[in-house]
């Protein structure tokens, strides 16, 4: 990103370089090298010496600056570097632009990749002439290795050397070292490399580096947080093992030792790879380093795929599409097959044998392939889904939830979840999100919440059944709970209790080391190594000392004897990382599995997945796997820098701010829930805030890949805006509206061109808006006017959740509502009724409940407003009578409201009330132990 503090200025001098306008590493190191060539081609038309020496003298800061940052990549790297500035030195001007603007373009367009001879002068000097596009069988995967030692230049000469006569020409895999000789040095190549795919670490190296104060302090210094610098020299190559795993878990890592084998810790035998000693040769590294990476690289069901289609097979089964049969020798469709191409035919099968596998029982490739999943992915199991993470929610739920289980749950969640607690039969507890109501939507359920209504359940004698809390992670607007704060402060009240994040939209967050950490699987694994340790034992036992001195009754830490750590993800694999659509993989990490849920869980998977499961969405989901594996961190970065690219874009640009707003952190997320104290992402005169410390401490924070755009002075809702603007003029798809905003969403498939485009977009909608606002007469500007009031400060208020009516309720008065009894009860005509939102407020007057009969859903918010058995109040009856949209789910505008008639519910009530006390009688019922706290359910 260009930014005013790091261009050159008019006279073509090079302005300092204010890393607060940069987001990372990458866009700063590329806009250092884009500098030094527009300093480069300016020195080569200078003729004047006096002005040739200034120019000589800029362009050795510059190198300077860049010789900080090259060190930590194999390319261009400081050899390369050496080189561009010896011709300075030697006032080889020409060579030395057109050396420049070679690297620039090796580095922009990454062909160094692919062409080993890049990093030799001679290339530099040949340019790219007669270059050649290799085919997809000899493209070779590149990558790079981090050797951590305190070595001379001679000495890394000397193992480079070594390593290269070691390898075979025609080996799939080529790489290339880059030599850290410290710890902080290796975590901060890390950071800035994403070519890494491999580490070996000397036993002994030192830890400091020379290079913490500069340019890059401020991309590097939450990952330099370690205080290592007492400790002797032989334990620091563990302990940097121990936090590469944190940073990047998906590199392979080696040790050199000089020490026995049985001298090493535990530790260190779980961290690396393999240990060598110095007297191996350099082959077995070699070999070992390939080997690791054919172990990731490998895709077991897609290869397996891939093999069966290229088989000679009889087809004599089901599915005449089957190896295009049907398609290609049709005088009528034979376009579908000239559209997708004869490979997509080609593994279309029935078949689950020939080396294919079955989904619903897998021994074979998939079998394998959800294995490498997990790995990834940091669970202990992963199943793959082909019907989208809809379905992934209802296996998770009818697998964990029975009849009569109480169930916490978000109330604007995905319909998913909704749907599943009406086919579990579970006793529905709703949470209440804080209220946007200035933007018509919805944040997240504050921790307060929870534990309010848990503690409600606890003195009510409810919480042996309460069973599950379902939260989602990020949400559609991009709100990310803090996970680990979550589930500790729940395990404190509940030690047993199973969590279910839905991260649909979160899956990619796995592959950052800043967003890792507020990840389901994370989090599981961090918090069961955590309890099982004597250091927490000895806290929890301090803790309930204090609580005890204090007066306090309830913990904040949970029983280290007692705790369960039984987390459940689900993610949309095809929503933010590469899988066909409805490819989605359920996460588990359940330390009671095997004991209480695998079975169930085995029924659940078989009730709800095809026995004909499409074999392209595994194959992608297995391929999507392997991409995150080497690249996630590298496009999950990318990713998020173009999404600050696009705020700063807009902010930045003033006939945008005229119309346009991109939503703040501080718009999302009010001050009580961030302690950090961090307000936005980006400001334009200070750039960007770093947000590392919001990440770790505040209750909820930004995902800033999900941006809301405030379109209330267009005059223009959201759903018009999409469609009316977006869609039909420029063909933009985007993810949600509200009343007066619009969401867009950066993936890891976005490109700085998508980003220009929608730019583009905006602007050319902004002059037509400016067109219209000058055509209108003054009665048409004033109706304008008061749209635009009506969209900026008239938003309805959002309704939080009313309650189950009392035919409904699990137990009168506790929180926890029967929706299966009401959600079939309304499948019987003669106990509903409708009734229009006109008359709903007299019928409320005269004394009567309204108690709907459906799932009303309106897009948006495209939240359950009303669910079955809930009883209408006068502000959920606003809310829809304020409501402009046009969509709205279970709601018939020409009838109106579907509700229970009164003769039905009190039948119910009655029938209900006997089973109450047929309950009771034989121990089953919940006991009501004190008054009441909260009336909802």
């Known amino acids: 990103m260009a930014m005013t503090n790091g261009k050159s200025n008019s006279n073509g001098k090079s302005a300092h370089h204010h890393e607060g306008h940069y987001y990372n590493i990458s866009q700063l190191r590329t806009e250092l090298w884009t500098d030094l060539k527009l300093q480069a081609y300016q020195l080569a038309r200078k003729k004047n010496k006096i002005e040739q020496d200034e120019g000589k003298i800029q362009m050795n800061r510059a190198f300077k600056t860049l010789r900080d940052i090259e060190q930590y990549y194999a390319f261009p790297g400081l050899d390369l570097l050496n080189v561009l500035n010896d011709f300075l030195k030697n006032d080889e001007f020409q060579i030395l632009r057109n050396s420049i603007k070679e690297v620039l373009r090796l580095l922009v367009s990454e062909d160094y990749r692919q062409d080993p001879e890049s990093f030799s002068l001679a290339h530099l000097l040949k340019g790219k002439e007669q270059k050649s596009v290799p085919d997809q069988k000899s493209k070779r995967r590149y990558f790079e290795v981090l050797f951590v030692d305190k070595l001379t230049s001679r000495e890394e000469q000397v193992i480079s050397k070594k390593l290269a006569e070691v390898r075979d020409p025609k080996e799939h895999f080529i790489y290339q070292l880059v030599y850290a000789k410290s710890f902080q040095d290796s975590l901060i190549a890390l950071v800035a490399n994403p070519n890494i795919q491999a580490c070996v670490i000397r036993y002994e190296i030192q830890f400091k580096s020379k290079n913490t104060k500069g340019i890059l302090n401020p991309f590097v210094k939450d990952v330099l947080k370690y205080d290592y610098e007492e400790n002797p020299e032989y334990e620091l190559g563990i302990l940097l093992g121990e936090a590469i795993r944190q940073l990047r878990p998906e590199l392979d890592i080696y040790y050199v030792t000089d020490n026995a084998v049985n001298s090493l810790p535990d530790s260190a035998l779980k961290i690396f790879q393999r240990i060598f000693y110095r007297k191996e040769d350099a082959q077995e590294l070699h070999l070992s380093i390939i080997r690791g990476i054919k172990d990731r690289y490998a895709t077991p069901f897609y290869t397996a795929l891939k093999e069966y289609s290229q088989k000679p097979t009889g087809v004599f089964h089901a599915m005449p599409i089957s190896r295009g049969n049907s398609i290609f020798k049709s005088n009528w469709v034979d376009d579908f097959g000239e559209f997708y191409g004869r490979n997509l035919f080609l593994a279309e099968t029935s078949s689950t044998t020939g080396g294919l596998d079955s989904l619903l029982q897998p021994t074979g490739p998939l079998k394998k392939a959800q294995e490498l999943a997990a790995k990834s992915f940091g669970s202990k199991r992963t199943f793959f889904a082909t019907n989208g993470t809809s379905t992934s929610n209802k296996i998770v739920l009818q697998a964990l939830v029975e009849p009569g289980d109480v169930v916490l749950i978000d109330r604007d969640c995905h319909k998913s979840h909704h749907y599943g607690m009406v086919l579990s039969g579970a006793y529905v507890t709703y949470l209440d999100s804080y209220p946007l109501q200035k933007y018509s939507m919805y944040g997240a359920v504050p921790l307060s919440e929870i534990r309010e209504r848990l503690l409600v359940l606890k003195e009510a004698g409810r919480l042996d059944h309460v069973k599950m809390l379902l939260l989602t992670n990020c949400t559609f607007d991009g709100l990310v709970y803090n996970v680990e704060r979550v589930m500790e402060e729940v395990l404190a ?142 496009l999950v970065e990318k990713s998020i820098e173009m999404a600050m690219l696009l705020r700063a874009k807009i902010n930045d640009h003033p006939k945008l701010r005229k119309y346009f707003k991109v939503l703040t952190i501080k718009d999302i997320i009010p001050d009580q829930y961030r302690q950090s104290g961090l307000s936005e992402y980006y400001h334009p005169e200070h750039g960007w805030q770093r947000l590392e410390n919001a990440w770790e401490n505040d209750e909820f924070v930004l995902d800033p890949t999900k941006i809301n755009l405030h379109i209330g002075n267009t005059g223009v809702d959201g759903d018009t805006f999409k469609n009316k603007y977006l869609m039909d003029q420029f063909h933009i798809q985007i993810n949600k509206t509200s009343r007066n905003s619009v969401l867009f969403m950066t993936n890891i498939g976005t490109t700085r061109s998508s980003v220009s485009y929608l730019i583009s977009a905006l602007l050319k909608i902004a002059e037509q808006i400016d067109i219209q606002f000058d055509s209108l007469n003054p009665e048409e500007n004033r109706i304008l006017q008061d749209k635009i009031y009506s969209l900026t400060d008239q938003a309805p208020p959002l309704p939080d959740f009313s309650h189950f009516h009392d035919s409904f309720r699990a137990v009168a008065g506790i929180p926890g509502g029967r929706m299966r009894e009401a959600y079939f009860l309304a499948y019987q005509e003669n106990k509903c009724e409708y009734v229009k939102l006109t008359s709903c407020q007299a019928l409320m007057d005269s004394g009567r409940e309204l108690v709907s009969a459906a799932f009303v859903i309106p897009y948006p918010p495209g939240f359950p407003v009303l669910v079955p058995g809930q009883v209408m109040t006068k502000e959920i009856l606003d809310f829809l009578q304020a409501l402009d949209v046009k969509e709205i789910h279970g709601y018939r505008p020409e009838l109106g409201l579907r509700i229970f008639t009164d003769s039905a519910l009190n039948r119910h009530q009655s029938g209900t009330a006997l089973m109450g006390a047929a309950a009771a009688m034989a121990g089953l019922g919940g006991t009501r132990k004190g008054k009441s706290t909260s009336s909802k359910s």
């Open 493 to 634: 009240i509940k030690p047993d209790m199973i969590f279910l994040w839905d991260e649909a939209w979160f899956g990619f967050a796995a592959f950052t080391h800043t967003f890792r950490q507020r990840t389901a699987m994370f989090v599981a694994n961090k918090l069961c190594k955590k309890y099982k340790t004597e250091e927490y034992k000895e806290q929890y036992k301090k803790h309930l000392a204090d609580i005890k001195a204090s007066g306090q009754e309830v913990p904040r830490m949970p029983n280290p004897e007692l705790v369960k750590i039984r987390v459940y993800s689900t993610q949309s694999t095809h929503k933010t990382l590469t899988s066909l659509r409805q490819g989605s993989m359920i996460h588990i990490y359940d330390e009671e599995f095997e004991r209480k849920v695998e079975n169930s869980f085995h029924e659940a998977y078989m009730t709800h997945t095809s026995t004909s499961a499409n074999y392209q969405i595994l194959a992608s989901l297995d391929v999507g796997r392997r991409q995150v594996s080497f690249e996630g961190y590298e």
